[in-house]
């Protein structure tokens, strides 16, 4: 079975700098989809970024960028100049199709101002 | 667009009762999942509609239930409660066109069992 881990449960950091959160997967499927959602507190998910695996190049998305490194089964998020905003609990999720998402336990992010 | 809805918001419910949750999709959307959060567990899949069809379920047991009508909307309900089902209960829709549409959550409906 596919399995999604997320080693940080909790990370901070100052507001205006970067972090990383890390993602790592277990599948042997060589198709899928990778995904961050952004959980804030007592506020619905939305997501934050998409990456194809079958894609050489990490996705993008204004201040937040992923690190894919397939061979390793790696996927984490970069959030660049951190806001008040960002802080929320982030969740690495994958998938190879039938709208069923697999997701890690998830890393609340604190932004200290 | 409006996104995805979910009503109720918040419910109380005591053990043996059973619940019926409503999702409502973005327009268009023919996919409708449901997922599961507690502390414990995290996210875990409920399962999946499409066209009014189950085309995946996890693994929760039978007395978990879903549909969906031919607007899309999706109901999912829980028969017999138990302290356990307390939970953040999301559901979230796509197009899918293809097998891995991203999904757009709802609020979720917050259940809990007395």
């Known amino acids: 079975a596919q399995t999604v881990t997320q080693s940080q449960p909790e990370m901070s950091v100052q507001e205006a700098e970067t972090v990383t959160l890390s993602c790592t997967y277990d599948t042997s499927e060589s198709d899928y989809y990778l995904f961050w959602y952004k959980q804030p507190p007592s506020r619905q998910m939305i997501l934050v970024i998409r990456?194809?695996?079958?894609?050489?190049q990490n996705a993008t998305e204004n201040r937040f960028s992923v690190n894919f490194q397939k061979a390793a089964k790696s996927f984490s998020l970069k959030i660049s100049d951190s806001q008040l905003g960002d802080a929320a609990m982030y969740f690495c999720?994958?998938?190879?199709?039938?709208?069923?998402?697999?997701f890690g336990q998830g890393t609340r992010l604190t932004i200290n101002p | 667009k409006a996104g995805v809805t979910q009503t109720p918001r918040y419910l109380i419910k005591t053990r043996g009762q059973q619940v019926t949750l409503s999702c409502s999709p973005i327009?268009?959307?023919?996919?409708v999942s449901w997922y599961q959060q507690t502390p414990g567990q995290g996210l875990q899949f409920l399962f999946e509609?499409?066209?009014?069809?189950?085309?995946n379920k996890g693994n929760f047991p039978g007395r978990f239930s879903g549909r969906q009508f031919s607007n899309s909307r999706s109901e999912m309900n829980v028969s017999t409660l138990e302290l356990g089902d307390s939970a953040l209960y999301l559901c979230?829709?796509?197009?899918?066109?293809?097998?891995?549409?991203?999904?757009?959550f709802g609020p979720g409906t917050r259940l809990t069992v007395l």
């Open positions: 979230a829709s796509s197009f899918a066109d293809s097998s891995t549409d991203t999904q757009y």
């Open positions: 999720a994958y998938t190879m199709g039938a709208q069923k998402l697999v």
């Open positions: 990456q194809e695996a079958y894609k050489q």
């Open positions: 509609y499409f066209s009014e069809t189950q085309r």
């Open positions: 327009s268009g959307h023919r996919s």
